[in-house]
Antibody
Framework: DVQLVESGGGLVKPGGSLRLSCAAS????????MSWVRQAPGKELEWVGR??????????DYAAPVKGRFTISRDDSSYTLYLQMNSLRTEDTAVYYC??????????WGLGTLVTVSS | EVVMTQSPATLSVSPGEKATLSCRAS??????FAWYQQRPGQAPRLLIY???ARATGIPDRFSGSGSGTELTLTISSLQSEDFAVYYC?????????FGQGTKLEIK
């Protein structure tokens, strides 16, 4: 079974940085396109960004609200996905989910990690 | 980007009855859309993709229909575990977008 386990969430002040990790297992990670999706408290789901497999170029795409502040990367040797978040704002407060896929339906979701941006 | 609008925001239905949830896209998404269920405190779970294909392990009381701009999720006979929030998602146009959700509650 596919398992995605996020870590790295927590409380950070506005303007600060945080890096989330997602440990993947049960899939051929090197071939997988991966994404991050977030959900603010009591709100709907919002796609954050994606990274293609390295065999497909390894390029990234981001949603407009995070472009230029967030960076997605991957380490295929350790089956780990990352989300580097800089210049955090209060509106970035959300549960961040690691997911498989990168532009289609989403068959696998992690349990999520909560990021709270507050002074 | 494509805006997905779900209705109603809250739907009250009795166990054993049928529930019909709707989603409207601001432009055609063909059959490239999906439905997810999210129970409190849990991650979303894929129910339907490609408009009408059930994901692995999803009971046949869940069915999806529609194409273009009008999408429907039907739950034929509600069980206690079905009371949750449901989201539609389109992936026909970049970026993929989600609806705001329909909360299905016990009447």
């Amino acid at each position: 079974d596919v398992q995605l386990v996020e870590s790295g969430g927590g409380l950070v002040k506005p303007g600060g940085s945080l890096r989330l990790s997602c440990a993947a297992s049960g899939l051929t990670f090197t071939n997988a396109w991966m994404s991050w999706v977030r959900q603010a408290p009591g709100k709907e789901l919002e796609w954050v960004g994606r990274i293609k497999s390295n065999t497909d170029g390894g390029t990234t795409d981001y949603a407009a609200p995070v472009k230029g502040r967030f960076t997605i990367s991957r380490d295929d040797s350790s089956y780990t996905l990352y989300l580097q978040m800089n210049s955090l704002r209060t509106e970035d407060t959300a549960v961040y989910y690691c997911t498989t896929g990168g532009g289609s339906y989403i068959p696998h979701w992690g349990l999520g990690t909560l990021v709270t941006v507050s002074s | 980007e494509v805006v997905m609008t779900q209705s109603p925001a809250t739907l009250s239905v009795s166990p054993g009855e049928k529930a019909t949830l709707s989603c409207r896209a601001s432009q055609s998404v063909s059959n490239n859309f999906a439905w997810y269920q999210q129970r409190p405190g849990q991650a979303p779970r894929l129910l339907i993709y490609g408009a009408s294909a059930r994901a692995t392990g999803i009971p046949d009381r869940f069915s999806g229909s529609g194409s273009g701009t009008e999408l429907t999720l039907t739950i034929s006979s509600l069980q206690s575990e079905d009371f949750a929030v449901y989201y539609c998602q389109q992936y026909n146009n970049w970026p993929q977008t989600f609806g705001q959700g329909t909360k299905l509650e016990i009447k």
